[in-house]
């Protein structure tokens, strides 16, 4: 089985759903804060990790055999694609002032991110390979970056409620 499969309800979710659900939320998701110093560099590695990520899974194989890698790969992919699908139902509705206190966000500043690590890690499980591991790897190493840069311009924007917000919740889990 191609390891593309893997990747439309990863895509169903994050694009359709969320396009369904909230065309705002869709516009906010697309957008980049500005950028300083090694965010900019951090950026343009997590967009080639992105296509990377993408591209690999078309020419790797899922392996079908039931191996202790292949039930941690499954156990870890659904349990991403729940996790994103929970993150962009609470992403999509905001509260009043625009900051997703909701859901997942009372746990996590950034659970969208951390579905995609725990889902993209059960894609390398799945196909078995290191290759996709290490593009996983740069992606989040560089979502870290990408991460500062939307904290920075979120206390921009919206203050001492945002740095509230920091202290109360931790970035990833």
């Known amino acids: 089985m191609n390891g593309f499969l893997l990747q439309i309800p990863f895509i169903l979710i994050r694009y359709v759903l969320l396009s369904i659900l909230s065309k705002e939320a869709m516009k906010r998701a697309a957008h980049f804060p500005p950028m300083i110093g090694a965010e900019r560099a951090a950026f343009w590695v997590y967009q080639i990790s992105t296509v990377a990520i993408i ?5 790797l194989k899922i392996q079908t055999s039931l191996t202790f890698f292949s039930c941690i790969g499954w156990a870890l992919y659904g349990i991403g694609l729940f996790l994103l699908t929970l993150s962009i139902i609470n992403f999509s509705a905001p509260s009043s002032q625009g900051i997703n206190l909701n859901g997942l966000y009372r746990f996590s500043r950034n659970p969208m991110y951390v579905a995609y690590f725990v889902c993209f890690v059960g894609c390398a499980a799945l196909t078995q390979s290191l290759l996709l591991l290490g593009f996983v790897l740069l992606f989040q190493i560089s979502s870290h970056w990408m991460i500062l840069s939307e904290e920075r311009w979120c ?15 931790r970035r990833y889990i």
């Open 155 to 169: 206390i921009e924007r919206f203050g001492s409620e945002y740095l509230e917000y920091m202290k109360r919740t």
């Open 55 to 59: 591209l690999s899974m078309c020419f």
